[in-house]
């Protein structure tokens, strides 16, 4: 799926614009979360893609909010605590699913694995593969693992990975609201966390694609898979990655607006084997989003995902609703 780039909007005071309708930030309440105070915004977009339309008016609560998705070190705490299997780690009951191919039927995630050559953008697995063994301690397989991976957001979590996480922690997962309020940063109707210019005096400011989507990758933003969180600048909000690096789940139901035609996720791929009806909006875009294909490294893009979904580029963050 192409995409056609809006007008360059000015916006010369974006970031004083930030700072002034940034909320207080209550870091000694609880670690590692921003609090946010609500209030009215501009949601979704008339610019980019269907699902995103209408623009409307939209109230956020009070909150507090991951300042950034949860990392692998975080997630291990969890399981060490715990331990909690995910759902990729699991052996799946073929009476769950009477249709599903045989061969996915095994434990394991879909994993993106980049074409040597330029292929098709019609169908994602030329790109896309399920791959057993592939879970989060394993992000590329079973000879894969998390040296150095430590700080980078946790992947292969579905819906469920991330509720039990979150349940443990004492917090919940966002609302597609609140974590539209968040990533926006105070910049209301903005195309991007930082304004409207997608590249700031050729400043890379998320992990994304840079180059072909999906054989050819020139990595100027420094990463070519995820990246560590914190390592792109923060928004107005003090939030970091809620552009690029990896989407993240939130509770909303997935649907189109009345008088909108629903889409298939062009970048999320579905495992196929959960109900395809049942799926949750998931946001921010990641690492693989490509102007050229996916323009969805923005606050008002959205995608609709299968809740037993998990892939190499799906994480989260929580919340703590005041």
């Known amino acids: 799926m192409r995409d056609t780039k809006p007008a360059k909007r000015v916006c010369c005071c974006a970031q004083a614009k930030a700072a002034a309708h940034a909320p207080s930030i209550d870091a000694g309440h609880i670690e590692g979360m921003v609090l946010i105070t609500g209030g009215d ?21 009070d909150f507090r909010i991951d300042a950034h998705p949860v990392t692998n070190a975080q997630f291990k705490a969890f399981v060490d605590a715990t331990g909690y299997l995910t759902v990729s780690e699991r052996q799946p009951d073929p009476a769950l699913y009477p249709d599903a191919d045989p061969a996915l039927l095994c434990p394991g995630s879909l994993v993106f694995t980049q074409p040597p050559s330029r292929v098709g953008l019609r169908d994602y697995r030329n790109w896309w593969a399920y791959v057993p063994g592939a879970n989060w301690r394993h992000p590329q397989g079973p000879q894969s693992d998390l040296e150095g991976l430590a700080d980078h957001p946790v992947v292969h979590v579905t819906y469920a990975d991330a509720s039990a996480y979150a349940a443990w922690a004492g917090k919940s997962l ?14 209301d109707g903005a195309a991007y966390p930082w304004g409207d210019d997608p590249a700031p005096e050729g400043r890379q400011m998320a992990n994304t694609w840079q180059g072909e989507f999906p054989w050819q990758n020139t990595a100027l933003d420094g990463y070519e898979r995820t990246s560590p969180v914190k390592a ?49 909006v998931v946001k921010g875009g990641s690492h693989l989003c490509a102007p050229s294909y996916c323009l969805r490294y923005r606050p008002a893009a959205r995608q609709g995902q299968t809740l037993d979904t998990s892939t190499s580029h799906i994480g989260f963050r929580c919340v703590v609703r005041v």
Do not use: Q
């Open 41 to 61: 915004f501009t949601m979704g977009s008339d610019v980019f893609y269907r699902e995103e339309r209408p623009s409307r008016r939209a109230t956020a609560p």
């Open 232 to 280: 792109f600048p923060a928004n107005g909000y003090g939030l970091y990655d809620v552009a690029g690096n990896v989407w993240e789940w939130t509770t909303t139901r997935y649907g189109s607006a009345p008088g909108v035609e629903e889409t298939k996720s062009c970048c999320v791929p579905s495992s196929g084997l959960g109900d395809p009806s049942v799926r949750h």
């Open 174 to 187: 966002p609302s597609e609201i609140e974590w539209e309020y968040a990533a926006r940063g105070g910049l």
